[in-house]
């Protein structure tokens, strides 16, 4: 056998193993965003509605494709790691709007979250305001699903109204539905009507009423007193008095995170009454992300005097969206995320869909006295 040769042979293959081009490196994205390098953003006025009808729902792009531009290699090379901590407990989201934020003058995000950004600090999905799930009780908050022992908050300056046991009747009542609650009455106002923000199912209390606190002051911590199935917050705000009438959707009137909006619908039947407890779909273009969202049951849960809501879905990214109900896929609609407002849309079983935002108030509020207002 000629052992030189075979040598030879593999010496050959291994130089010609060398010789091969090195395939390119794969960078990793970005892995971590800075907060505090978020710049301030300005209002934003909506632009003019756009109407769609009868659209189906098949031809609907899943996705929306953007043309890729070679990275400059400046950034190829630049690498952003997280830094470490523990399992977190919640996604990371934008620093909220400023509040007060008012991009039109139908608009009051004039609250910020009452729990603090490290913890999961939006609703609970399938509970939101106007959802039905105790004993037909329309639920006149959302719920902040938070374990017990996080700080609570306050929202906005002012005095605190009521702590304690007994938010419903009004006096102590140790079976109270809201548990240990803390309720602040606000010095500022909205169109000349007192703000209220309730605050339920403290495992503490940290203030005594009569009390005046100032925005992010501690109230107390979240816990599971009164008629819960775990712990949380559960969060209302109420317009012109205490009372459990008088509540009105809180993704209205906190602030979203910056660079994300809020959508409020009104679906309706062929007769324009309230569709309840109706499913709509809620589909992002851009990342084919898909939420879902029941509209208001039958009760305590009321709409916002212009909007006319009888559904709100916060904390959607700004981009574009196709929403539609199920069963009704012969129908649906393209409709904007805008930064930092509220975008809208109608449905009427028969007529399909609009983005027309509601008509401006009669001559009697033609000239809307200044969206907050100073109450003694």
């Given at each position: ?135 037909d009780v329309v639920h006149t908050g959302i ?106 959707n809180p993704e209205l009137w906190i602030a ?121």
């Open positions: 056998m000629n052992y030189r040769f075979f040598a030879c042979l593999l010496v050959t293959l291994f130089a010609i193993a060398a010789c091969q081009p090195v395939p390119h490196a794969v960078v990793p994205a970005t892995l971590a965003l800075t907060p505090s390098s978020t710049p301030q953003p300005e209002p934003v006025i909506a632009s003019s509605p756009v109407v769609i009808v009868d659209q189906s729902i098949d031809s609907a792009p899943t996705h929306l494709e953007m043309p890729q531009e070679p990275a400059a290699l400046s950034d190829i090379l630049h690498f952003v790691f997280p830094t470490p901590v523990p399992e977190a407990v919640s996604g990371w989201r934008p620093p909220l709007y400023p509040v007060p934020w008012m991009p039109t003058p139908y608009d009051h995000f004039l609250f910020i979250r009452p729990i603090a950004p490290n913890e999961i600090n939006w609703p609970l999905a399938n509970y939101r305001y106007g959802g039905v799930f105790f004993r719920d902040i699903p938070v374990k017990t022992g996080v700080a609570v908050h306050a929202a906005g300056p002012g005095r605190v109204n009521w702590t304690g046991y007994g938010l419903l009747s009004g006096q102590y009542n140790p079976d109270d539905p809201y548990g240990m609650a803390v309720v602040i009455r606000h010095n500022f106002g909205y169109q000349g009507q007192t703000l209220y923000t309730v605050y339920g199912h403290l495992s503490q209390i940290e203030v005594t009423r009569g009390q005046s606190v100032e925005t992010g002051d501690l109230l107390g911590y979240s816990g599971a007193t009164g008629n819960v199935t775990g712990p949380h917050l559960h969060f209302e705000v109420r317009i012109g008095q205490n009372s459990f009438s008088r509540s009105r979203p995170p910056q660079g994300w909006g809020v959508l409020a619908g009104k679906i309706m039947n062929s007769f324009g009454d309230p569709l309840l407890r109706k499913e709509v779909l809620i589909r992002s273009v851009d990342s084919g992300q898909r939420w879902t969202v029941k509209s208001y049951g039958e009760g305590a849960a009321n709409s916002d005097p212009y909007y006319q809501e009888n559904l709100v879905i916060g904390d959607l990214p700004a981009g574009n969206y196709t929403i539609w109900l199920p069963g009704q896929t012969s129908q649906y609609v393209r409709l904007e995320i805008k930064a930092g407002q509220v975008s809208y849309f109608t449905y009427i079983d028969g007529s399909g869909f609009s983005t027309a935002l509601p008509p401006t108030p009669r001559a009697a509020f033609a000239t809307p006295p200044p969206p907050v207002t100073p109450t003694p």
